[in-house]
DNA sequence: CCGAGACGTTTCTCATTACCAAACGGATAC
DNA sequence: GTATCCGTTTGGTAATGAGAAACGTCTCGG
């Protein structure tokens, strides 16, 4: 726990922060940014560009679509993925909203796959994106099915409060986690976005990996209880399919 | 040009790669791979871990979705995915082939954005997917409304064969890539892939970044005559759309 | 039940290597 | 025309990453 980390590769992914912030930069904006000379700066945009996690466009080092190749396939590698990709396409095709599937990593849920149907919200989510796993109706449903210990883990490292109607108490919390265990599914309306509402089933193919499968969509639809029974069980019947899918192989 | 890259960089993607390759690895596997020294190889893990792009679990260290964010927000800052992803969803909808958007990068083409509609061919591409310019239909596409003097750098780096359909002779892929651009779109019918024909048309929002649209679909299909003309119909019609929006904004 | 080996981790010393300073060549602005 | 910015290259030096050795833990096999 006191071995110090390297300082070379903390530089050079805090250089890959600045190509993203700048969109682009060369050494000096680097140098500048980081507070190391120019012809260090330079070393390190010659190396990303040699790895090939950035190219240099005449003086000025722009970040690669490597890192979108390398992000697609851990994506397409996760077993719960593989099972779920077609399901979530059904979804988004029958169901017009935003189905998306979360899982959880070091602590955080991560949206690893969403596909927007025709009539979807436009929120400003994306795959790759992590949020606590508190704060999301997505998030406490994997929350709600994680071993108890690395519940407390996750509840000890502190709650986050990010929007007024955030659950920060952790008793409240555990409260709402046990609901969420009973109903089978989870359903949030205006807690994470105003205008936004959703529901959310567990995914938990095997004991360490826990995912959600969720649909978010307009509040105002949600609200209608019969159409929300009716994402509730598309969800369902979508889960018992990827379960199917997922332990009986591709 | 001669300024040698830094040792430390390259070796920290050494070791991504190690982790992506073996799925999670600990000091030892990483250490044997590289032929390192075991706490040199806990040092690099230990500091990916610190910077977010690799996870610990129990003293196995993978991969993190970090790599998924940062390609997934590259991927939505670029203005071409903004203007056409509407489309794009419109495309695989109507169609229910599988429309993808390709953008040029150091040489190559990149897969930026595919979504497979309900009849959609399963190809093993993904976003971020990297292939030659002169091997695929988007590819051409790109290749034929580049300038030329990048084109010919491009013809000079070499036309490596992937299939015995790959067109290798620069002056036949120069004939190629005028037809192209005289009929204003690319048709393949199972030169990458057998059963799988490509329609393209190019989108050039502006002289520095060219870009293409595609549709792939069964070969069966393509070959009927008007159903060519319908998807050829539909991505002008998108490109078209895409142009406006590229140029008025969002 | 105990010992051997493998592993992740830590500490330490030394030589490598990454850092900075200075300078070059080109582009741009005044 | 000159001054200043930039990207790039070079070389000397000191910080830093590399490797050896050892600790604690776990797993396996005797």
């Known amino acids: 726990m006191t071995t110090p980390t390297m300082q070379s590769v903390e530089r050079v ?3 890959v922060d600045v190509l993203w912030r700048e969109d682009g930069a060369g050494p000096a904006a680097v140098a500048e ?9 330079h070393g390190y945009l010659r190396s990303l560009e040699a790895v090939g996690y950035a190219v240099n466009d005449g003086g000025t080092y ?9 992000g697609t396939r851990l994506q397409y590698r996760n077993r719960v993925f593989q099972a779920a990709r077609e399901e979530i396409s059904r979804l988004s095709r029958e169901t017009g909203e935003l189905p998306t599937l979360a899982v959880e990593e070091a602590g955080g849920a991560v949206i690893l796959h969403q596909r927007p149907g025709e009539n979807a919200l436009e929120l400003g989510t994306y795959s790759g994106m992590r949020t606590p796993l508190h704060t999301t109706a997505s998030g406490k ?18 709650l986050e409060r990010v929007t007024d109607r955030t659950v920060t108490d952790p008793e409240r919390l555990r409260e709402r986690l046990a609901s969420i265990r009973e109903d089978g599914h989870a359903v949030d309306v205006d807690q994470q976005v ?4 959703t529901v959310a089933v567990p995914l938990h ?46």
Chains 1, 2 share one sequence.
């Open 13 to 15: 992914f805090e250089v």
């Open 33 to 41: 940014a980081l507070d190391i000379h120019r012809s260090t700066a």
């Open 62 to 70: 722009e970040l690669s679509y490597r890192f979108l190749d390398m």
């Open 141 to 158: 449903t994997i929350l709600a099915h994680m071993p108890a210990e690395r519940v407390d883990a996750v509840l000890d490292g502190g």
């Open 194 to 197: 105003v205008g936004m509402g």
């Open 205 to 250: 193919p095997d004991d360490d990996h826990v995912a959600s499968l969720a649909i978010a969509c307009p509040s105002e639809r949600i609200r209608n209880e019969s159409y929300q029974d009716e994402l509730v069980g598309a969800l369902k019947e979508s889960r018992n399919r990827i379960s199917i899918k997922y332990q009986y192989g591709r």
